[in-house]
């Protein structure tokens, strides 16, 4: 019969861990000769070392390959979306609904346009987009030769958007039956609108529904040309003082002064046709005025 294991005071258990520290009798220190201790030491020091180099190495490698002006693998659409100002949500659609003799709600609709319009103030795009550009060429650069090793932007004033800038009217036509709109093209980095240098996008609006109630359609800048020295776009970091180009449209809303509006940018690459992108090359939305 196997005898019972002698049970050990808490006074023998600390005498042992001290001897397991440091035993005097064959000088080791936690099981370990001072001897190994350095060569166990060495050994992490090397392991650490080289796996520390083949992580900065491994960064530095991707770092180099990168671009630091745009994304090698872009998700984004090959064709632009389109955007609408004043961007009036309903439940699902845009809908600018405004009414003439309420001055609040004319005050929202001038407010929305006059904060999008901050950027494309005259004397601030002046002062940061000075370079003349050519008119109808694409803006092409291949070196960075603007201040702080960057690339030039081509001005665009709110001016340029004639009476729908704001400067003349305040109000923008909310307080008529006669309002502006302003359409945006979405950017995409290097994206080139047409396969002509010729043939620069336009903006497009036509009437889907209540015909009758929208009497003239305006454009400015004149015929909604997006001019073809704003392509292509370079990024953020590359043109920091990049504005898109925007057209206004401004439409004299008769009897009903309701009507549902496509507006789409016209060029050879831009498409507007598919079904799951409502926003591709063309936004849609309301227009309703209320007296």
């Given at each position: 019969?196997?005898?019972?294991?002698?049970?050990?005071?808490?006074?023998?258990?600390?005498?042992?861990f001290?001897?397991?520290i440091?035993?005097?009798?064959?000088?080791?220190?936690?099981?370990?000769?001072?001897?190994?201790?350095v060569?166990?030491?060495?050994?992490?020091?090397?392991?650490?070392?080289?796996?520390?180099?083949?992580?900065?190495?491994?960064?530095?490698?991707?770092?180099?390959?990168l671009?630091?002006y745009?994304p090698?693998?872009?998700?984004?659409?090959?064709?632009?979306?389109?955007?609408?100002?004043?961007?009036?949500?309903?439940?699902?659609?845009?809908?600018?609904?405004?009414?003439t003799?309420d001055k609040?709600?004319?005050?929202k609709?001038?407010?929305?346009?006059?904060?999008?319009?901050?950027?494309?103030?005259?004397?601030?795009?002046?002062?940061?987009?000075?370079?003349?550009?050519?008119?109808?060429?694409?803006?092409?650069?291949?070196?960075?030769?603007?201040?702080?090793?960057?690339?030039?932007?081509?001005?665009?004033t709110?001016?340029?958007l004639?009476?729908?800038?704001?400067?003349?009217?305040?109000?923008?036509?909310y307080?008529?039956?006669?309002p502006c709109?302003?359409?945006?093209?979405?950017?995409?980095?290097?994206?080139?609108?047409?396969n002509?240098?010729?043939?620069?996008?336009?903006?497009?609006?036509?009437?889907?529904?209540?015909?009758?109630?929208?009497?003239?359609?305006?454009?400015?800048?004149?015929?909604?040309?997006?001019?073809?020295?704003y392509?292509p776009?370079?990024?953020?970091?590359?043109?920091?003082?990049?504005?898109?180009p925007?057209?206004a449209?401004?439409?004299?809303?008769?009897?009903?002064?309701?009507?549902?509006?496509e507006?789409?940018?016209?060029?050879?690459?831009?498409?507007?046709?598919?079904?799951?992108?409502p926003?591709?090359?063309?936004?849609?939305?309301?227009?309703?005025?209320v007296?």
């Amino acid at each position: 019969m196997a005898t019972l294991k002698e049970k050990r005071t808490c006074g023998q258990r600390c005498e042992d861990f001290g001897h397991f520290i440091w035993n005097s009798d064959n000088g080791t220190f936690m099981g370990r000769t001072p001897e190994k201790w350095v060569y166990i030491s060495l050994y992490y020091v090397a392991f650490y070392v080289v796996m520390t180099a083949l992580f900065s190495l491994a960064i530095w490698v991707l770092m180099y390959t990168l671009d630091p002006y745009a994304p090698d693998y872009q998700d984004r659409l090959q064709s632009p979306g389109v955007m609408v100002w004043p961007d009036t949500y309903g439940e699902e659609d845009v809908e600018i609904s405004y009414n003439t003799s309420d001055k609040t709600s004319v005050t929202k609709m001038s407010n929305i346009l006059h904060k999008f319009l901050k950027p494309y103030n005259d004397t601030t795009q002046h002062e940061c987009n000075y370079h003349n550009c050519t008119k109808g060429k694409y803006f092409v650069q291949k070196t960075f030769s603007a201040p702080h090793h960057t690339k030039w932007s081509c001005p665009f004033t709110q001016s340029m958007l004639g009476p729908c800038s704001g400067l003349e009217d305040p109000t923008f036509g909310y307080n008529s039956t006669k309002p502006c709109v302003v359409i945006k093209m979405n950017r995409i980095i290097n994206f080139l609108p047409s396969n002509h240098t010729d043939l620069p996008p336009y903006v497009n609006c036509t009437i889907l529904e209540g015909h009758s109630n929208v009497e003239n359609i305006e454009y400015f800048p004149d015929r909604g040309v997006m001019d073809l020295s704003y392509f292509p776009y370079y990024g953020k970091l590359a043109q920091p003082t990049y504005v898109n180009p925007l057209v206004a449209v401004r439409f004299n809303l008769v009897k009903d002064k309701n009507a549902k509006l496509e507006c789409r940018v016209v060029s050879d690459k831009i498409t507007y046709e598919h079904y799951h992108l409502p926003y591709e090359g063309k936004v849609i939305f309301y227009l309703k005025a209320v007296q």
